[in-house]
Nanobody, 120 residues
Framework: QVQLVESGGGLVQAGGSLRLSCAAS????????MGWYRQATGKQRELVAT???????NYVDSVKGRFTISRDNAKNTVYLQMNSLKPEDTAVYYC??????????????WGKGTLVTVSS
């Protein structure tokens, strides 16, 4: 079972940047596809970006060109670089191991997440 701890959130003005980190435990991290999710107040959790063990990435349309997901298998860490932030990006951000088929399915237990607040 992979355990995940998210960090790097904070308060930023619109147009600013943040880099989120997700530290994972577990020897099989490098083989796991990983995903970043977010949940805004009163809304359902949504998938934001995924990265396979081989480094292939995918993004929800609303963040394409602004967010970049990456991973450092030596550090058991996955990152989410967020640029040109908008107030609608405000949410608690979570990472999880995922299985990517016709849909993307989160597999692990959810961590506490990290709060990103974008002011206008």
């Amino acid at each position: 079972q992979v355990q995940l701890v998210e960090s790097g959130g904070g308060l930023v003005q619109a147009g600013g940047s943040l880099r989120l980190s997700c530290a994972a435990s577990g020897r099989i991290f490098s083989r796991n596809a990983m995903g970043w999710y977010r949940q805004a107040t009163g809304k359902q959790r949504e998938l934001v970006a995924t990265i396979t063990g081989g480094g292939r990435t995918n993004y929800v349309d609303s963040v394409k060109g602004r967010f970049t997901i990456s991973r450092d298998n030596a550090k058991n860490t996955v990152y989410l670089q967020m640029n040109s932030l908008k107030p609608e990006d405000t949410a608690v951000y979570y990472c999880n191991t995922v299985v990517i088929t016709m849909v993307t399915i989160p597999m692990g237990d959810w961590g506490k997440g990290t709060l990103v607040t974008v002011s206008s």
